[in-house]
């Protein structure tokens, strides 16, 4: 059971920045990929960024230069900076976990309950 604390959301200017913070805990898993995805009203929900357990980034192309990604791994948290914000950013944001069950050594995916960023014009 993976448990998640997110914040950062809320309403910004186009040209401006947030960052978000997502904080997982639970003890029958291993981290592995953590990261965050968002869904825009009426859409798919899609990837923003990931960051593995070893450092590696990985980037839609939408926000690739605007998004930073970044973990702490002593506090298993991963953060996303958004500089440049734009009307089309506009989205509930959601953590992502690629975790590793301890017990199984399965892969699951898990998402927390989202963060709605929304950017006014």
């Known amino acids: 059971q993976v448990h998640f604390v997110e914040s950062g959301g809320g309403l910004v200017q186009a040209g401006g920045s947030l960052r978000l913070s997502c904080a997982a805990s639970g003890s029958t898993f291993m981290m592995n990929i953590m990261g965050w995805y968002r869904q825009a009203p009426g859409k798919q929900r899609d990837l923003v960024a990931t960051?593995?357990?070893?450092?590696?980034?990985n980037y839609a192309d939408s926000v690739k230069g605007r998004f930073t990604i970044s973990r702490d791994y002593s506090k298993n948290t991963v953060n996303l900076q958004m500089n440049s914000l734009k009307p089309e950013d506009t989205a509930v944001y959601y953590c992502?976990?690629?975790?590793?069950?301890?017990?199984?050594?399965?892969?699951?995916?898990?998402w927390g309950q989202g963060t709605q960023v929304t950017v006014s014009s």
């Open positions: 992502y976990l690629r975790g590793v069950n301890r017990a199984t050594t399965t892969d699951f995916d898990s």
């Open positions: 960051i593995s357990r070893g450092g590696s980034t």
